[in-house]
């Protein structure tokens, strides 16, 4: 795990995401220069054996630039129609960047769906491994032709937290137009410094965190900082630094005082736990009594039919659903081992009498603590 500067050296995997404004002009359109720099930067790693991942952001802003779109505002089908026209764009001049230095691409589209659904999670890490082995740098991108609001990442440094664990990365860098995380606007406040190390993305701190930045990133430094908790509490640090600076990554790499780093606060034991508690969407609701939720609190329990009080939605075995208290409180949430129709049939059964009611058992609980994540 990176726990400060000194471990940085040992990154062997890392994501980088790229902002916008870094890759698009509003007359030019792809900052081809700027592209390829951030290219050998990532080649030159690889010769190093640190294998790297980009997230890109530019999709939609290359294709306003080349509908004449630029400043306008638009619908959805109309943010999609440009997207479907920016991300050839965008690839080619990844293609281009890397191809003097002998290294292929890929694309990887994904929706926040494709990270719901486990099989489709398993079946998107196992095709970054695949082409980490080949040698490939995959290039990710929100699906944007197809996205709606309900599986939208809303902002891609979102999909870059979730694409780091994905694909089991040490490390997150997201790259912006500015060096780090300051104490103040630097824009406003002459006395504004740059924080070097944050141990923990703080209630307090998100509170101090501006809006967007640039006019074509839907990402300001609010962002970036949800973007740090997810990737720290699934075990990936993170960083902030500046993707204009020249050599910024292997400074980074190297240690060096640049940036903001995020140490990672848990282990990759976590993952699964963070996969239920910031990815899948919650279908359904499981009341509990107090010793249920002194079980489960108290002493690390599975929920046992006997504790459930009622049970709220429509699921399917394996979804994920809240678990609340009865003052109404939300404690955790988990993976339901049978559905709601069943739940429903067995509030306050005791487990050896699951199979007596329903004429199957499968489990003796109905959410195992393995697949129980507190929210407190």
């Known amino acids: 795990m990176i726990r400060g500067r000194g471990d940085l050296g040992r990154v062997q995997r890392l994501v980088v995401k790229i902002g916008s404004s870094l890759l698009a002009d509003a007359r030019a359109g792809v900052r081809q220069e700027r592209l390829d720099a951030l290219a050998a930067e990532i080649a030159s790693l690889r010769e190093r054996g640190i294998e790297a991942a980009i997230v890109s952001s530019g999709a939609v802003a290359l294709g306003c630039v080349r509908l004449g779109w630029v400043g306008r505002e638009l619908a959805v089908h109309e943010k999609q129609a440009a997207a479907a026209i920016g991300q050839p764009m965008l690839m080619h001049a990844w293609q281009r960047g890397f191809a003097r230095h002998g290294v292929d691409v890929a694309q990887l589209l994904l929706t926040r769906d494709d990270l719901r659904n486990r099989r489709r999670y398993l079946n998107a890490s196992n095709t970054s ?7 490939i740098v995959p290039v990710v991108n929100e699906n944007d032709t197809v996205v709606v609001r309900e599986i939208k990442f809303g902002d891609n440094d979102n999909l870059g937290a979730l694409a780091a664990l994905l694909m089991d990365a040490d490390l997150l860098v997201m ?32 509170a101090a965190a501006g809006g967007a930045g ?14 740090a908790r997810i990737a720290t509490r699934g075990g990936v640090a993170a960083a902030i630094v500046d993707g204009r600076r020249a050599g910024a990554l292997a400074a980074l790499l190297e240690g060096e005082d640049v940036g903001t780093l995020f140490p990672c606060g848990a282990d990759r034991q976590s993952r699964r736990r963070h996969w239920i508690a910031e990815v899948l969407p919650v279908s359904g609701r499981i009341i509990i009594d107090d010793g249920a939720r002194e079980a489960i609190l108290g002493r690390g329990a599975s929920l046992l039919p006997v504790g459930v009080v009622a049970v709220e939605g429509m699921f399917d075995k394996g979804e994920c659903v809240e678990i609340v208290g009865g003052d109404g409180e939300v404690i955790g949430r988990g993976l339901s081992n049978y559905d709601a129709e069943e739940m429903r049939r067995i509030v306050g059964v005791p487990s050896d009498r699951i199979e007596e009611v329903l004429g199957f058992r499968d489990f003796s609980s109905v959410i195992h603590r393995d697949n129980l994540v507190l929210t407190g």
């Open 175 to 206: 790259m912006t137009d500015v060096d780090g995380l300051y104490s103040a606007n630097p824009a406003r406040d002459v006395d504004a410094r740059r924080i070097g190390l944050v141990e923990a993305v703080t209630p307090e701190l998100m």
């Open 129 to 135: 491994e695949t082409l980490f082995s080949a040698g």
């Open 214 to 227: 640039s006019s074509f990133g839907t990402g300001g430094m609010a962002s970036k900082l949800k973007a």
